[in-house]
């Protein structure tokens, strides 16, 4: 059964890196828009960024300049790459493949901490 496998959360100082992983079980996803979502506690989901099978990318205001995210469809793994992190990144992250006329599928999620 095709899944979606996050890695790379944990607990980061203000302004430090991290750099999450999804791993894609099933080469179809390369045909998937992949992307990074996330929700803090008391919080609604909301989009981090989004990268299309060819590439094309999209971050969130919030994010942007910050986040990069990538992938690497020999692999079948998407990235976001977080640097200068602040207190209010803190949230669950995860990982989406969505492709029209598609069900979506759904990681379990993996926790960033930003904390000092």
């Known amino acids: 059964q095709a899944q979606l496998v996050e890695s790379g959360g944990g607990l980061v100082q203000p302004g430090g890196s991290l750099r999450l992983s999804c791993a894609a079980s099933?080469?179809?996803?390369?045909?998937?828009?992949m992307g990074w979502y996330r929700q803090a506690p008391g919080k609604q989901r909301e989009l981090v960024a989004t990268?299309?099978?060819?590439?094309?990318?999209r971050h969130a205001d919030s994010v942007q300049g910050r986040f990069t995210i990538s992938r690497d469809n020999a692999k079948n793994t998407v990235y976001l790459q977080m640097n200068s992190l602040k207190p209010e990144d803190t949230a669950v992250y995860y990982c989406?493949?969505?492709?029209?006329?598609?069900?979506?599928?759904w990681g379990q999620g993996t926790q960033v901490t930003v904390s000092s």
């Open positions: 989406n493949a969505d492709r029209l006329g598609f069900a979506p599928y």
């Open positions: 099933g080469n179809m996803f390369r045909l998937y828009t």
């Open positions: 990268i299309t099978s060819a590439g094309r990318t």
